[in-house]
């Protein structure tokens, strides 16, 4: 399926979009085994869709909106990736869960990175401030991004990187949260680099999972 020799990503955010900008901005070497080639959005307005056109990379909004059956909605993401020649699904803050069908797509071709060490922190309803405000209370002295694999549940799937920062006498959500966001761009296009570059293998990972 690799067209130039580079591999396929296909990123889904929802929001902002610095994740994916990393990985752009990773991919500008020309040594860079993997590339951005579609970024789709439930959000047509999401920075991440500013990104992508600023880029002139392609971007496909695909929402409850244009797609109020979630199946054919699936579908449409789905679809939209392999015309892509999607070979690796990111997700870089997608604030929705993927179907069944792209799952089974692209099993153990999905990765997420989520804003504190899993397995702590984790779960539904654990993302953006609600993730650095758990991590406070609790008192944890380190915290840092994870990259995982995505199966069905929640945040749960194998562990494939990991980066850590301190948490700091004074430090609130935010401050924390951009600690390690500094880290997440880092840390992801590293984890696609070495996937794209073959060091680390996804099946074996999720065999051993
Ligand atoms: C990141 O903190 C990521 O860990 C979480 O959502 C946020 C996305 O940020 N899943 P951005 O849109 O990449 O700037």
């Not at 993997?34 to 991440?48: F, R």
């Not at 699904?89 to 990765?111: E, N, S, W």
Request: charged fraction near 20%.
């Amino acid at each position: 399926m690799r067209r130039d020799g580079r591999l396929r990503l296909g990123v889904l955010a929802s929001h902002g979009g610095s994740n994916l900008q990393a990985l752009i901005d990773a991919a500008k070497d020309p040594a860079y085994p993997a590339q951005v080639v579609v970024v789709i959005s439930n959000n047509s307005g999401s920075g991440a869709m500013q990104r992508a056109a600023r880029e002139g990379i392609a971007g496909v909004h695909l929402s409850s909106v244009t797609h109020p059956d979630p199946q054919a909605l699936d579908r449409a993401i789905a679809d939209t990736l392999q015309a892509h020649g999607v070979e690796l699904v990111i997700l870089a803050g997608y604030m929705r869960k993927i179907g069944p069908l792209t799952l089974r797509g692209y099993r153990h071709r999905i990765l997420n990175i989520h804003p504190a060490l899993l397995p702590d922190f984790g779960g539904e309803g654990c993302w953006g401030r609600h993730v650095h405000e758990a991590v406070l209370a609790a008192g944890a002295q380190e915290s840092g991004p994870t990259v995982f694999l995505v199966i069905e549940a929640y945040d749960t799937g194998p562990i494939l990187a990991q980066a850590r920062v301190p948490v700091l006498p004074g430090d609130d959500a935010d401050t924390l949260a951009a600690r390690v966001l500094k880290q997440e761009h880092k840390l992801y296009p590293e984890v696609v680099r070495r996937i794209a570059a073959g060091e680390m293998d996804l099946d074996k990972v999720a065999g051993a999972g």
